[in-house]
């Protein structure tokens, strides 16, 4: 077990629709990074936070927004859903900013867009 | 461009043979490197990183990996698997003044008993 959580554990939804992942660091861990995975894609960076700041953008589309909050959970939010954001979900913390930290990640959101 | 590759998407080795998963980057400047581990319908895993130091860094469950720089290669090493090795792989690379990791598209374990 890593410590860090992530709900929902699976989501299903119809395109255009809007949903809510939310992710809560190891304890102590102020850095949270966003990654999704998908078959044709890998694992792609989306977005990292520390201690509530945006600090690092990737391959984040327009559609998606994240959030990190004073408790330093964090959520991603995802509108306008399409069949090809179907995939996997998955936060990360890390005790301090740089890369050079390790990650820690959590089981992740299987996300299916109908 | 900075990349991470993982030349095999899949390694079989017969249990208690030594096991070797092959990763190379391309990164201008000093890379950390990492290895991180995908149990089915599980998260990623740490494994071992190299920062900076020994070329040979150690890790979890027995694996170790050596950073090559001449090579530019950061080959992941067990010396005898085990049937409960068998999982997903990343190698991933990071940079000085990069914050997210790099991830490679990943190498499928198979231990056969």
């Known amino acids: 077990d890593s410590g860090v959580t992530q709900t929902p554990k699976h989501l299903i939804t119809a395109t255009g629709q809007r949903v809510t992942l939310r992710c809560s660091p190891r304890s102590g861990d102020l850095s949270v990074y966003w990654y999704q995975q998908s078959l044709d894609q890998g694992l792609q960076f989306l977005i990292q936070y520390y201690n509530g700041e945006e600090r690092a953008k990737g391959n984040i589309l327009e559609r998606f927004s994240a959030q990190q909050f004073p408790d330093l959970h964090s959520e991603l939010n995802l509108s306008s859903l399409e069949l090809g954001d179907s995939a996997l979900y998955f936060c990360?913390?890390?005790?301090?900013?740089?890369?050079?930290?390790?990650?820690?990640f959590g089981p992740g959101t299987r996300l299916t867009v109908l | 461009a900075q990349s991470v590759a993982q030349p095999e998407d899949q390694v079989n080795v017969a249990e208690g043979n030594p096991l070797t998963v092959k990763c190379t980057y391309s990164v201008s400047g000093n890379p950390y490197l990492f290895w991180y581990v995908q149990y089915p319908n599980r998260g990623l895993q740490f494994l071992l990183k190299y920062i900076t130091g020994d070329n040979l860094v150690k890790g979890s469950y027995g694996f170790e990996a050596e950073f090559n720089k001449s090579q530019t290669s950061f080959h992941l090493k067990k010396p005898s698997a085990l049937v409960s090795d068998s999982a997903l792989y990343f190698c991933?690379?990071?940079?000085?003044?990069?914050?997210?990791?790099?991830f490679g598209s990943g190498t499928r374990l198979q231990v056969q008993p």
């Open positions: 990360a913390s890390s005790a301090g900013l740089a890369g050079l930290n390790e990650q820690f």
């Open positions: 991933a690379v990071t940079w000085t003044g990069r914050r997210a990791l790099t």
